[in-house]
Nanobody, 121 residues
Framework: QVTLVESGGGKVQVGGSLRLSCVIS????????TGWFRQAPGKEREFVAR???????YSSDSAAGRFTISRDNAKNTVYLQMNSLKPDDTAVYYC???????????????WGQGTQVTVSS
């Protein structure tokens, strides 16, 4: 059984930082991508960043320059370091796993339960 468990969310002021973690277990595919997505109230879930099993990364325009995705294969953990946070970053953040090179939510097969990030001004 594949499980993804996010942690690290919380409340932070504008300009602050948070590091999200996603621990993945039970995934047997050798080559896969882990993505971070977010969903704000009343909005669709959107892609934030992606990392391949080899560590290649890709970020959305909104994340580029502020967010960094990384992975520790030994710990089966993927991180999202978020700096210079803005109120627009307030959302539930989800990690997900896919065997396809995609940014579409429909392309990801396994999802975590999400962690809330709230940025206050």
């Amino acid at each position: 059984q594949v499980t993804l468990v996010e942690s690290g969310g919380g409340k932070v002021q504008v300009g602050g930082s948070l590091r999200l973690s996603c621990v993945i277990s039970g995934f047997t595919f050798g080559n896969y991508y882990t993505g971070w997505f977010r969903q704000a109230p009343g909005k669709e879930r959107e892609f934030v960043a992606r990392v391949s099993w080899r560590g290649w990364t890709y970020s959305s325009d909104s994340a580029a320059g502020r967010f960094t995705i990384s992975r520790d294969n030994a710990k089966n953990t993927v991180y999202l370091q978020m700096n210079s946070l803005k109120p627009d970053d307030t959302a539930v953040y989800y990690c997900a796993v896919s065997d396809k090179l995609t940014v579409a939510t429909a392309g990801y097969d396994y999802w975590g339960q999400g962690t809330q990030v709230t940025v206050s001004s």
